[in-house]
Nanobody, 125 residues
């Protein structure tokens, strides 16, 4: 059983930074592509970023490009989302997810094998 546990969310002022972490249990972390998604109140879940198994390729959603960075440490079974220059519109619950490939179906449709429970990020203006 693979479990994903997010941490690092919180309240931050606009322009500030946060780093989210997602710790993954099990010995198979390096076989999964990982992604971050978010869901704001009253809105559908949306893709934020994804990273391939080796970390060689990343995908970043246009609205956060240049501000957010995804990375992973396979030795620590952890994926990170570094969020800089945060805006109030970044306020959402952020979820990490694992899939066997960073495919379009994963990124566009959120077709993942496993999900975390989410961590709240609130950006005040």
């Amino acid at each position: 059983q693979v479990q994903l546990v997010e941490s690092g969310g919180g309240l931050v002022q606009a322009g500030g930074s946060l780093r989210l972490s997602c710790a993954v249990s099990g010995r198979t972390f390096s076989t999964y592509a990982m992604g971050w998604f978010r869901q704001a109140p009253g809105k559908e879940r949306e893709f934020v970023a994804a990273i391939t198994q080796s970390g060689a390729i990343t995908y970043i959603e246009d609205s956060v490009k240049g501000r957010f960075t995804i990375s992973r440490d396979n030795a620590k079974n952890t994926v990170y989302l570094q969020m800089n220059s945060l805006k109030p519109e970044d306020t959402a619950v952020y979820y990490c997810a694992a899939a066997h490939a960073a495919s379009e179906s994963f990124r566009v449709n959120g077709e993942a094998d496993y999900w975390g429970q989410g961590t709240q990020v609130t950006v005040s203006s």
